[in-house]
């Protein structure tokens, strides 16, 4: 795997690895005490730091995973079910 490429699988994993993280911990301010004129749905805090730091270990951990399951061919496409074999 050249670095490139590696590179783009981790932003992949990051990348959708932060939509899942983005959920977890809001309070919009519909459940809160809302400011009058603001979006009920708005965030009050969405700690967006912490977020992008626990998205970063997640995914590095995830393609961890991935890496290794390349690089000692853990996963081979023959042994997938349900996948067509070439000719």
């Known amino acids: 795997m050249t670095l490139t490429t590696a590179l783009a699988i981790y932003f992949l994993v990051w990348w959708l690895t932060l939509f899942a993280v983005l959920p977890f911990g809001i309070r919009s301010q519909h459940e809160e005490e809302t400011t009058p004129g603001t979006d009920p749905g708005a965030p009050v805090l969405p700690r967006i730091a912490s977020k992008l730091i626990w998205t970063t270990l997640v995914s ?10 390349y690089v000692y061919r853990l996963v081979d496409l023959d042994t997938i079910p349900g996948l067509p074999k070439p000719t």
């Open 60 to 69: 590095a951990a995830i393609f961890a995973v991935m890496y290794v399951a």
